[in-house]
């Protein structure tokens, strides 16, 4: 059969063996796996995030618009793993530990954050914060405390204005330290700067990946991106052939019929979402190592039309795939472990292989 190219990513959606899909309420983006242990969103408090920018037909002060952000963004972490802590730096301050995502605990941590600073003018940097992060050298015990939540691969998600001055020694010196002690950090920064055209990167990038942040408040599939891109990463479940078909059989089951709609449900419920993201759905089939080569190539062919056909009974949206192969036996996910054994010992233990993947991918 021909193989079309894949282009394709933002998150998955995916059957297990088991027959669990993403609930009906789960997050608009359906993400399924973390990139971080905890996400500490941080606001520069220096004395320039007072300055107005345009937004729309008025103009607000950075933090402001700063904030506003964080509420659209914080939500996206509801039913995820990742701990969720809100603070400050110029100076160190957390107003919500890291912890579990709840709605009132992020709301009261928002209220407590202020918008009216006095600091206007005032000489701070963010990397004298950073260092009381790194080094749990945090004046107030509390802080200290809290951030051993963060585990070994945090994300800090910084809320700042123009990033073209230099922060200082203290930020690279911060950052370097924090590489050290969370093995896996990263360092984002969302910037406001004073001309909305202007060139805000720094030449010497510091942090690891930059976002506008008048661009993610107005651009509802950059914000979607920059969730899924920074916070998740794309997945892959299976649907076990064993589950959609008898065993060296292409016909789908009653069984496997009854999959395949609930993996339709989850598809047309996100056609729009997907399509608005240029992200498409990637399928491949797979078979054991069990039989000849040019046997398991032709069988997972057929297995592979047999799911795309009921996929289409299912009133999925075909202009979504933009990948159908099968891989017959070359791509297995068992080890040499089933090799020895007895041929009805190895059909179990072969298992694992004989699965169909659906993903969603860029």
């Known amino acids: 059969m021909k193989v079309k190219k894949i282009i394709i990513g933002l998150g998955c959606l995916c059957l ?48 402001t618009l700063a904030k506003q952000l964080l509420k659209e963004i914080t939500p996206e972490l509801k039913d995820s793993e990742i701990s969720l802590g809100i603070g400050s730096v110029a100076p160190f301050n957390l107003f919500l530990a890291p912890s579990k995502y709840e709605s009132d605990r992020v709301s009261k941590a928002l209220s407590e954050a202020p918008e009216d600073l006095e600091i206007f003018g005032r000489n701070t940097n963010i990397g004298e914060g950073f260092l009381e992060i790194t080094n749990l050298s945090a004046p107030n015990e509390k802080n200290r405390v809290a951030l051993k939540n963060l585990g070994e691969d945090p994300i800090f998600i910084v809320f700042s204005d123009n990033p073209t001055s230099t922060r200082g020694i203290e930020l690279e010196k911060a950052f370097k330290e924090a590489k050290v002690k969370y093995r896996k950090s990263k360092f984002v920064l969302i910037y406001f700067p004073d001309e909305k055209n202007g060139n805000a990167i720094p030449s010497a990038n510091l942090f690891d990946k930059y976002y506008d942040g008048l661009q993610l408040l107005n651009n509802k599939e950059s914000l979607s991106s920059f969730v899924s891109d920074e916070l998740f990463r794309d997945c892959a479940f299976n649907l076990s052939a064993d589950t959609l078909f008898a065993f060296d059989g292409s016909s ?63 009133s999925v949206d075909m202009k979504l795939i933009k990948e159908a192969k099968a891989f017959g036996e070359a791509k297995p996910v068992t080890g040499n472990e089933c090799l020895d054994l007895p041929r009805k010992e190895q059909i179990r233990c072969y298992q694992p292989d004989r699965r169909v993947e659906i993903k969603v991918i860029k």
């Open 252 to 314: 789908l089951s009653q069984k496997g019929k009854a999959e395949i709609k609930k993996v339709s449900s989850q598809i047309k419920a996100r056609t729009k979402e997907l399509l608005a993201a240029s992200s498409y759905l990637s399928i491949s089939a797979h078979t054991d190592r069990l039989g000849s080569d040019s046997y398991n190539q032709t069988l997972s062919e057929k297995r592979l039309h047999a799911v795309l056909n009921e996929l289409k009974n299912n």
């Open 16 to 63: 297990l063996a088991t027959g669990n899909v993403f609930a009906s309420n789960s997050s608009p983006s359906s993400h399924c796996d973390k990139q971080a242990d905890a996400a500490l969103f941080l606001l520069d408090y220096s004395g320039s995030m007072m300055r107005k920018v345009k937004q729309g037909e008025s103009e607000s002060p950075k933090i």
